[in-house]
């Protein structure tokens, strides 16, 4: 069975499932067969990776497609980038699409200023990334950036609820709002759980993949009273929660609920976001940041 997300990822731009100011501006340039360097960054699962497809696709432009949090250093740049963007194109204009670019070191970041200058007559670039502050600013202003609003839930639940009757799924609409509810706004979270929870042609909901999404806003209680931190780890792990890149942006804004040392509080969040680009074991990290906040 194939993946719904891919089954589902959208052609063109009326099947995009998004900001209609950004649909707008993107068709402009598929009408003109023009295209500028794009930066487009928003939160996961708003559909950042599909449009950057979408683009080359409509296009038929000779691409290249680089996961950046699997390939962020410079020989990616000097042993992949360079080679395709300095070869002869059968389609005219060439398309380099780096995924998760805030996930490409800053040395890595900065040669690529160069690259995009380089080959500006032949190449284009679209990055996508999760957080617009981890890409430089002399990237940024390279670039048109846009911000990639995630779709309402009314728009998500029309979407899923196309899809479900496509695939011939019996289901309720209060299942269907349950799980759109809980992973909101990562449609591709959504998709994923919908596809997971089907048995027999049957859309059957399971505890795990619904798991408490307030876990955040109980950390912060839990910081607040100062609980120890085995309760904490506990409330992570009730959770089913894998990645933790919302819950540094709840502890910036709520600091001053759970501390009087802010300065100090924002410091050890911000050290702590930035290690956690790197770490293999995402809970540890977010672990040893709250073991660490509990004690200012």
Same mark, same amino acid.
């Given at each position: 069975?194939?993946?719904? $997300?891919?089954?589902?990822?959208?052609?063109? *731009?009326?099947?995009?499932?998004?900001?209609?100011?950004?649909?707008?501006? =993107?068709?402009?340039?598929?009408?003109?067969?023009?295209?500028?360097?794009?930066?487009?960054?928003? !939160?996961?699962?708003?559909?950042?990776?599909?449009?950057?497809?979408?683009?080359?696709?409509? +296009?038929?432009?000779?691409?290249?497609?680089?996961?950046?949090?699997?390939?962020? &250093?410079?020989?990616?740049?000097?042993?992949?980038? $360079? !080679?395709?963007?300095?070869?002869?194109?059968?389609?005219? *204009?060439?398309?380099?699409?780096?995924?998760?670019?805030?996930?490409?070191? !800053?040395?890595?970041?900065?040669?690529?200023?160069?690259?995009? %200058?380089?080959?500006?007559?032949?190449?284009?670039?679209?990055?996508?990334?999760?957080?617009?502050?981890?890409?430089?600013?002399?990237?940024?202003?390279?670039?048109?950036?846009?911000?990639?609003?995630? !779709?309402?839930?009314?728009? $998500? &639940?029309?979407?899923?609820?196309?899809?479900?009757?496509? #695939?011939?799924?019996?289901?309720?609409? #209060?299942?269907?709002?349950?799980?759109?509810?809980?992973?909101?706004?990562? +449609?591709?979270?959504?998709?994923?759980?919908?596809?997971?929870?089907?048995?027999?042609? #049957?859309?059957?909901?399971?505890?795990?993949?619904?798991?408490?999404? %307030?876990?955040?806003?109980?950390?912060? /209680?839990?910081?607040?009273?100062?609980?120890?931190?085995?309760?904490?780890? /506990? =409330?992570?792990?009730?959770?089913?929660?894998? /990645?933790?890149?919302?819950?540094?942006?709840?502890?910036?804004?709520? $600091?001053?609920?759970?501390?009087?040392?802010?300065?100090?509080?924002?410091?050890?969040?911000?050290?702590?976001?930035?290690?956690?680009?790197?770490?293999?074991?995402?809970? =540890?990290?977010?672990?040893?940041?709250?073991?660490?906040?509990?004690?200012?």
């Amino acid at each position: 069975m194939d993946l719904f $997300v891919e089954k589902y990822r959208p052609n063109n *731009l009326e099947d995009f499932v998004g900001d209609n100011t950004v649909r707008a501006k =993107i068709q402009e340039y598929l009408d003109t067969g023009t295209l500028q360097n794009l930066l487009l960054f928003g !939160p996961a699962g708003t559909g950042k990776t599909s449009l950057a497809k979408l683009i080359v696709d409509q +296009l038929n432009a000779d691409h290249l497609y680089i996961n950046a949090s699997d390939e962020r &250093g410079i020989d990616t740049i000097r042993d992949k980038i $360079v !080679p395709f963007a300095s070869s002869i194109g059968f389609n005219g *204009l060439k398309i380099v699409i780096l995924d998760e670019a805030d996930y490409l070191t !800053p040395q890595a970041q900065a040669t690529l200023r160069n690259t995009i %200058e380089t080959f500006s007559g032949s190449c284009r670039f679209i990055f996508t990334c999760n957080y617009l502050d981890r890409i430089i600013s002399p990237l940024q202003s390279r670039c048109m950036a846009f911000g990639i609003t995630p !779709p309402s839930k009314k728009e $998500v &639940g029309q979407h899923v609820l196309k899809i479900c009757e496509s #695939e011939g799924i019996n289901f309720t609409k #209060e299942d269907l709002g349950q799980i759109i509810i809980t992973h909101y706004p990562d +449609l591709r979270k959504i998709l994923n759980t919908i596809q997971g929870s089907i048995k027999k042609g #049957e859309l059957v909901l399971d505890s795990k993949s619904l798991k408490n999404t %307030e876990f955040e806003n109980k950390i912060i /209680q839990c910081l607040k009273n100062k609980t120890n931190l085995r309760d904490i780890r /506990q =409330i992570i792990a009730d959770s089913g929660a894998t /990645q933790f890149e919302s819950l540094f942006r709840t502890l910036y804004d709520n $600091v001053e609920e759970y501390t009087t040392n802010i300065g100090d509080a924002i410091i050890t969040i911000a050290q702590y976001q930035y290690e956690y680009t790197f770490v293999v074991d995402k809970e =540890i990290c977010i672990a040893a940041m709250l073991n660490k906040l509990l004690k200012l």
